[in-house]
């Protein structure tokens, strides 16, 4: 079967680091996929993960652990505008994005 | 380079009628994905198309959804004899082939169902 996992609400403030942790089952898994989406728009592509380890990207880092079935992305330097939700995304070998209920990440002054 | 196109951006149908939703993939891409959210909720995997093709449709209704992406025009989708609880967001992404990891969404397509 197919089970996605990640808090539902993250709460930080300007400036600070926050970490949104993602565990999923799901087979033929090809990689893990991070997307940001604002107040419902369209989902804005972040990172991808096909091997294990860290990836970089500016501000947002992306994590992949394939043994454990465990992600997470790391957001540093937080801004205002991260407000937003976010969602891990494992790729199956269909090429279907799975996509669970999202992080709603707040950021305050 | 434009990104992907879906219209109409809005749309709001009454109860038993068809709701024909379009999307045109980014240029050079022939790989097209669709999704539904529910308000609150995160994307549902609908359907995988290539051009003229269904890949896999393993997250379609059986009933009254049906999707198509001829080799000339946009991609649609049609939901037949639309009722209240077909109301959300619909976004279509496309992708330059399945090796190719990222999926680049279009701004979607809301359906409101009265």
């Known amino acids: 079967g197919q089970s996605l996992e990640q808090p539902s609400e993250v709460t930080a403030v300007e400036g600070a680091i926050v970490q949104i942790n993602c565990t999923y089952q799901?087979?033929?898994?090809?990689?893990l996929s991070w997307y940001q989406q604002h107040d419902g728009g369209a989902p804005t592509f972040l990172s991808y993960?096909?091997?294990?380890g860290l990836e970089e990207t500016g501000r947002f880092s992306s994590f992949l652990s394939r043994s454990d079935s465990y992600g997470y992305l790391l957001l540093q330097e937080l801004q205002m505008k991260d407000s937003a939700s976010y969602f891990c995304?494992?790729?199956?070998?269909?090429?279907?994005?799975?996509f669970g209920q999202g992080t709603t990440l707040q950021v305050k002054p | 380079n434009a990104g992907v196109m879906q219209n109409p951006r809005h749309l709001v149908r009454r109860r038993g009628q068809e709701a024909r939703l379009r999307c045109s993939p980014m240029k050079g891409h022939s790989h097209v994905y669709w999704y539904r959210q529910l308000p609150e909720e995160g994307l549902k995997f609908m359907v995988y198309l290539q051009k003229e093709n269904i890949i896999d449709e393993s997250g379609m209704p059986k009933e009254r959804f049906s999707a198509e992406f001829p080799k000339e025009g946009p991609s649609i989708l049609r939901i037949q004899q639309v009722v209240r609880g077909d109301s959300a967001a619909y976004f279509c992404a496309s992708s330059l082939g399945l090796a190719d990891e990222t999926q680049y969404f279009g701004p979607g397509t809301r359906l409101l169902v009265l």
């Open positions: 799901t087979s033929g898994f090809y990689g």
């Open positions: 995304a494992p790729r199956g070998n269909t090429g279907k994005l799975i």
């Open positions: 993960n096909a091997l294990d």
